[in-house]
């Protein structure tokens, strides 16, 4: 069974930056093509970056084009989200997951950022 552990949240002030870990365990299916989401309080969760299995290629929601980055590292099995210029909008829980294919979802990270 897949399974997703994210960390790296906390709270931060506008303009810093934070880098989510996604660690991933447990797949056969090769290079999972992963995703990070976030779910805002009162809000549907949302896809906010992605980085293709074996091609690699990201994408981008607009909100956060230019300021967060997805890459990964450790032959797929770590995935990251640097994420910079926070401002109050990206407060949420954030989330990793296969994007074709939705799995299990884990506990999740908290952000918040805030003055």
């Known amino acids: 069974q897949v399974q997703f552990v994210e960390s790296g949240g906390g709270l931060v002030q506008p303009g810093d930056s934070l880098t989510l870990t996604c660690v991933i365990s447990?797949?056969?299916?090769?290079?999972?093509?992963t995703g990070w989401y976030r779910q805002a309080p009162g809000k549907q969760r949302e896809l906010v970056a992605r980085?293709?299995?074996?091609?690699?290629?990201?994408t981008y929601a607009d909100s956060v084009k230019g300021r967060f980055t997805i890459f990964r590292v450790n032959a797929g099995d770590t995935v990251y989200l640097q994420m910079n210029k926070l401002t109050p909008d990206d407060t949420a829980v954030y989330y990793c997951?296969?994007?074709?294919?939705?799995?299990?979802w884990g506990q999740g990270t908290q952000v918040t950022v805030s003055s």
């Open positions: 997951n296969d994007f074709v294919k939705n799995r299990s």
């Open positions: 447990g797949s056969t299916f090769g290079i999972l093509p």
């Open positions: 980085i293709g299995g074996s091609s690699g290629s990201t």
